[in-house]
């Protein structure tokens, strides 16, 4: 007779995150709409501690370099990414929607004094393949990270520090190890730390200095990982005009959109 074999999960080792057996788990109800529903479960985010990836160059099927600026617009609830995104100089209902308060509803708007106004201007959001990692195999993954770069005070974000750390040059002024070149490239750590009473965690970066060649990371890769790769442009969600103005209504008010929509149909 064969015996079964059984095998374990190891118990949590952190303590502060038990929960009662009869507690529900509570499902989130925001709505991150930046990528397409086919590559969401790829978005990677850095546990706390040391994480070692590599950047994944651009594709040569791909328009874009190897990090694409995402135009975000958020809201309550969610966000999605603005046309320009993939299509430069293009507008979306949230551009006509602008326009029209700038001059019927001014003082509606989103600004310093006004916090609660409409918000209908994008932030920036880096997006970018990822080699890293995980249970001893390496995956592909994608970042999406704050391209906030400080101009306004605070700490720039996640995304805005990987790209400058990927234009760093020497005390000549020449380019040190480029992270997203194919063949000399090195990997980048990434230290997460989460401070007792911190809203945010932060973040520590540096780069290696021993190249990891992609052809040799993607040899080690199982198939399905490497299929997966795909050009960023195909990766970001842009919703229909149609699904735009649904969107616009977790901004403005329904009777106020009416009014938007008559102007420009």
Not at 103 to 132: I, R, T
Not at 192 to 218: C, E, F, H, I, T
Request: glycine fraction near 6%; proline fraction near 9%.
């Amino acid at each position: 007779m064969n015996t079964k074999t059984i095998e374990f999960n190891k118990p949590n080792a952190d303590p502060t995150t038990s929960e009662s057996p009869w507690a529900l788990p509570v499902k989130s109800t925001y709505e991150d709409l930046l990528l397409k529903p086919e590559f969401a479960a790829l978005r990677y985010k850095f546990p706390i501690g040391t994480t070692w990836f590599r950047i994944v160059p651009a594709l040569k099927a791909s328009e874009k370099p190897w990090m694409l600026g995402v135009h975000a617009l958020n809201y309550s609830g969610g966000r999605h990414a603005h046309p320009r995104t993939i299509n430069p100089g293009a507008k979306g209902v949230f551009d006509h929607a602008y326009i029209w308060c700038k001059e019927h509803k001014k003082e509606a708007l989103y600004s310093k004094s006004n916090k609660e106004g409409y918000k209908l201007l994008a932030d920036p959001v880096c997006l970018f393949w990822m080699l890293v990692e995980e249970d001893g195999k390496t995956i592909a993954r994608l970042l999406i990270a704050s391209g906030y770069d400080g101009s306004r005070g605070g700490v720039p974000g996640l995304g805005h520090q990987i790209w400058q750390l990927s234009e760093e040059t020497d005390e000549d002024g020449n380019p040190t190890v480029n992270p997203a070149d194919p063949d000399t490239g090195a990997q980048i750590c990434i230290e997460k730390k989460q401070s007792p009473g911190a809203r945010y965690p932060s973040y520590s970066l540096r780069l290696g200095r021993v190249p990891a060649p992609m052809a040799d990371m993607l040899a080690k890769m199982d198939p399905e990982e490497v299929a997966a790769l795909a050009p960023l442009e195909q990766v970001v969600h842009l919703p229909t005009e149609e699904e735009e103005w649904q969107l616009l209504e977790k901004v403005i008010d329904p009777e106020t959109i009416r009014e938007i929509r008559s102007s420009v149909d």
